[in-house]
């Protein structure tokens, strides 16, 4: 008797001949997206089509019954391709993330081969103990604390979401177990924050009338004196001030708060003072810019995310701490038939059971695209790969700012690498028809994506133009286009 | 004036050499796994060295302040490969999941080269309405309301914290603005349960000790009478019920409880029912052991993760609902900024602003990593790579309890694909030491991964083995050398 399987009975042939139809296929969608290439296509972006049309043109071919062979399989292949927004182009400027790049393709790869859980230390020893030394490299460029060090957790929200539990185990150690309880929880954040501090508040069961908001000066930083009030006042109605969120780097203005007078505060109050760096932390790389975090230091938690301002594949966020123990002391339940505590998995007294740190179990080890891209690229990479979207970021600037039908939005001098404006030529009282339909159109000729927000705090203006400057092939002609096809699709206004 | 960043400015030319430099190492890394291969290389699965080895040996040359040259790359890599466990060889049997194959390579390739956040439709066209339409289908196999759909979390453990959200949100809707208040939630689970249902408790400020634990019966199925006796306790001292985990395919013994029982006692409290099916929920893939869901259709969630018992890459993870506009009720905040609610982004009235369902915002697309997986193996395949791996297993049974020195622990007709046991030659009254012994040994031959356990319920035996048989390219002659090489190590005992 013989039991056998006929599936992944060829392997190595199964994936080699898969990687040579796929490798063309993958050079050639990237080398569109370039616009120094011979085969450089206008349109590689990719235009707007309505669910229902790629529901149809991706579905309709693909029966999941029987198994597909291996040219139906790049025929949809190819319309993933051919339908999804193609990051590689320049004209992507619509999120706080860009394309990948070489070595990040390499990692993916990598982990895929590999195939580790990095949750407990015996099927993952090298991965887990790259996350332990990457996330306390990353950690001691914002903290001085020498046991300080971070985990990955999917997304930056996730990474929020983790730090308000570890607020309330550190400072109420009983809700572990007996849950909220009595506690009349009080989170504070700006009007500017990023929605997964409300979303952490209701996951947490605090609820989202709990979390105060505090107001902002013009450039969009959180006003101190308000904070103070807030807090006061949230006291006198019987809460327990728990949590403040700050923003370094906000969603809409990448704007920076201010972390030493926060610190301050947090200090007097008894408050974790949590730092969301997801997108604006990572300018700790570069010497000309790291002078916004000033205050960091003094954090009981931060979260900054690799796959934004660093390049590295989505997704890639980490949450450090001061003390790295404090995971575990914050999430432990050293559930017996997967936490073995064995000895010799520690032998240098940290912790590479990973997924006991966490809310979590299986886990992706995304720390090691990160580890990656930082060897190839080294600290001087990622510090030119700041500064050269800094002085693109500031070449856009001066150049909308020449042409009176521009104006900028928020702060004047905006402190990370996006720009918000209106583009008005005809001085309209409200500017959102006009900022959607130059979207659109911009879309619709598969040159650039770019986004656009209401004002985060009411104004009558309407919506505006938020575009981010945020990959190395960004130039200088790129920035002209752009701007010159905004007058142009404004000219049919 | 010309601005430009060396960083990226061949991008590929320089992604093709490092393929080109990958490609060979890959297919030799699994070469060399592979039984039926000349390279095989009996200690290719890799053995186990400690944390402070692997930090000098990976650690030790890397600079990461300078960028590194490719040759300096290569180097850090191979070391990577070396020390990992190596999951492509059938001796890996340690955990609930099993290596990559050919088509989930080809699909983390493509995911990387796409870097595609999945959050909002505008930048995820593609991926959005894949993960619509999959998760879909993939419901539609489990309930029967046309509504029905699914999303990803980044593993079963998030999954399964969202329908504990789910479920507070849906029955206590003031929960999501006002918090927990003065409800003194109670979530029950049997002793078997996944430790992520205590931490769901912990997360959502429900508090461990909210979570009232059941008494299984000798085969580890929840015991149905003691459930409602502790459903009654509870309400005679104040709690409100909130929500029921049942598992299907527990940790430890892979057991199902019965569910059409617990649907008709959660119906009658009104608590909601949650599947965790993370390990065992895709046998319904199988017309041989789907009987095992029978009543699964009446759940109000069910976690099931096809990065588990149908081989696709880690993590992927699905929380399925009966109606998949749930996952906005329980988590949307309509945070203007990102979910513009464009009518036209959802034309046929589903949502594709994906991350809107969420707690989190930025997303991989775990859910293509499947859809690639279906459309090429097919049902059939799933079917065949199940009913294959049962059959290795219930092999693998019949020629233990051939020989005395073996005793199953748990249920004597396991449900799922792990088999718990001991082997006690020496007929000793604690098996610890033995299995550990045993365990280790079998490691460090670079020959087999497998776990042990203590049980979860306490018994005086000790720890067993639990092993795990969940890949087509295992076969009865790789079974015959597990055990020979069990035998051989017990006889140094």
Redesign the interface.
């Given at each position: 008797?013989?039991?056998?399987?006929?599936?992944?009975?060829n392997?190595?042939q199964?994936?080699?001949d898969?990687?040579t139809e796929?490798?063309p296929k993958?050079?050639s969608?990237?080398?569109q997206a370039?616009p120094k290439?011979s085969q450089y296509n206008l349109k590689s972006l990719?235009t707007?089509?309505?669910?229902?049309f790629?529901?149809k043109e991706?579905?309709q071919e693909?029966?999941?019954?029987?198994?597909?062979n291996q040219k139906e399989?790049f025929k949809?292949?190819d319309?993933?391709?051919q339908?999804?927004?193609n990051?590689?182009n320049p004209g992507f400027l619509?999120?706080l993330?860009a394309?990948?790049?070489?070595?990040?393709?390499?990692s993916?790869?990598?982990?895929?081969?590999?195939?580790?859980?990095s949750h407990v230390?015996?099927?993952?020893?090298?991965?887990?103990?790259?996350e332990?030394?990457i996330g306390k490299?990353y950690a001691k460029l914002f903290f001085k604390q020498e046991k300080c060090g971070g985990l990955t957790f999917?997304?930056?929200?996730?990474s929020n979401?983790t730090s308000l539990?570890v607020a309330?185990s550190l400072k109420y150690p009983d809700?572990?177990?007996?849950?909220?309880?009595?506690y009349k929880?009080a989170i504070y954040s700006s009007v500017h924050c990023?929605?997964?501090v409300?979303?952490?508040?209701?996951?947490?069961?605090?609820?989202?009338?709990?979390v105060f908001k505090v107001d902002v000066d013009e450039n969009g930083v959180m006003d101190v004196d308000h904070l103070i009030a807030v807090i006061d006042e949230t006291i006198k109605q019987g809460y327990t001030p728990l949590y403040l969120n700050s923003t370094a780097g906000t969603?809409?203005f990448g704007s920076y708060d201010p972390f030493t007078k926060l610190h301050e505060i947090c200090q007097k109050y008894n408050i974790h003072h949590h730092i969301d760096g997801s997108w604006g932390g990572n300018v700790i790389f570069s010497n000309k810019y790291k002078d916004r975090l000033e205050g960091c230091q003094f954090a009981d938690s931060i979260t900054v995310?690799p796959?934004k301002m660093l390049?590295v594949?989505?997704?890639c966020?980490f949450l450090l701490l001061p003390n790295v123990d404090n995971f575990q002391v914050a999430?432990s339940?050293q559930?017996?038939?997967?936490f073995?505590g064995r000895e010799?998995?520690?032998?240098?007294g940290?912790n590479?059971d990973l997924a006991d740190g966490t809310?979590?179990?299986?886990?992706?080890a995304d720390s090691?695209k990160f580890y990656?891209a930082?060897?190839?690229?080294?600290?001087?990479?990622f510090e030119?790969?700041i500064d050269?979207a800094f002085?693109?970021k500031q070449?856009f600037i001066d150049k909308i700012l020449s042409n009176g039908d521009f104006e900028l939005v928020g702060p004047k001098q905006p402190q990370c690498l996006q720009v918000c404006f209106y583009y008005n030529p005809n001085k309209l009282a409200n500017n959102t028809e006009t900022t959607r339909f130059i979207s659109r159109e911009l879309h619709k000729l598969g040159k650039y994506?770019v986004?656009?927000?209401?004002n985060?705090v009411n104004d009558s203006k309407g919506e505006f133009f938020?575009v981010v400057f945020n990959?190395?092939?960004?130039?200088?002609?790129v920035i002209d286009n752009l701007i010159d096809s905004i007058i142009n699709i404004g000219k049919h206004l």
């Open positions: 008797m013989t039991i056998e399987s006929s599936l992944e009975s392997r190595v199964e994936l080699d898969l990687l796929l490798k993958i050079l969608y990237i080398d370039d290439s990719g707007y089509h309505p669910p229902s790629l529901k991706l579905t693909s029966n999941l019954d029987q198994p597909c399989l949809v292949i319309k993933v391709l339908f999804s927004v990051t590689w619509d999120k993330y394309s990948n790049n070489p070595i990040g393709v390499v993916d790869i990598l982990l895929s081969v590999l195939n580790t859980n230390y015996t099927v993952s020893p090298v991965l887990s103990v790259i332990n030394h490299k999917s997304g930056g929200s996730w979401i539990q309330r809700t572990k177990v007996k849950g909220n309880q009595n929880f990023h929605y997964s409300v979303k952490a508040a209701i996951l947490l069961g605090i609820g989202s009338e709990n969603t809409v995310n796959h390049g594949p989505t997704t966020s999430m339940l559930a017996p038939y997967l073995h010799e998995d520690n032998d240098d940290e590479y809310m979590g179990c299986g886990r992706r090691f990656l930082w060897l190839y690229y080294g600290t001087k990479g030119s790969r050269h002085e693109i070449y994506l986004d656009f927000s209401p985060p938020r990959s190395p092939i960004l130039t200088d002609k």
